[in-house]
């Protein structure tokens, strides 16, 4: 079973930029495809970026096509979201996903307590 820890997250102006981490143990992380969800105030949890066990496949919501840019480094069992453009709708916890299927839609089993993002205007 993996276990998943995000870090990174804070409040930054409108057009500001952060990245956040998600540190993975207990599993072997290049076994598992890594996602990135958000949950903003009063709202449903929303897929945000995602990425297979090689990295050679990526998959963002349209919401932040061009802004967001999803990582991973297999040596340090780490994912990454770097943020840039940053937008007050983007204020969310965000959090880490880990599963060992592929796909698009997959449904994460491992997630991780998430980290806070805040926007402002």
């Known amino acids: 079973q993996v276990q998943l820890v995000e870090s990174g997250g804070g409040l930054v102006q409108a057009g500001g930029s952060l990245r956040l981490s998600c540190a993975a143990s207990?599993?072997?992380?290049?076994?598992?495809?890594m996602g990135w969800f958000r949950r903003a105030p009063g709202k449903e949890r929303e897929f945000v970026a995602a990425?297979?066990?090689?990295?050679?496949?990526?998959w963002y919501a349209d919401s932040v096509k061009g802004r967001f840019t999803i990582s991973r480094d297999n040596a340090k069992n780490t994912v990454f979201l770097q943020m840039n453009n940053l937008k007050p709708e983007d204020t969310a916890v965000y959090y880490c996903?880990?599963?060992?299927?592929?796909?698009?839609?997959?449904?994460?089993?491992?997630w991780g307590q998430g980290t806070q993002v805040t926007v402002s205007s």
């Open positions: 996903a880990a599963d060992v299927r592929y796909g698009s839609s997959v449904e994460y089993r491992y």
């Open positions: 207990g599993g072997t992380f290049s076994s598992y495809q």
């Open positions: 990425m297979s066990r090689s990295g050679g496949t990526k």
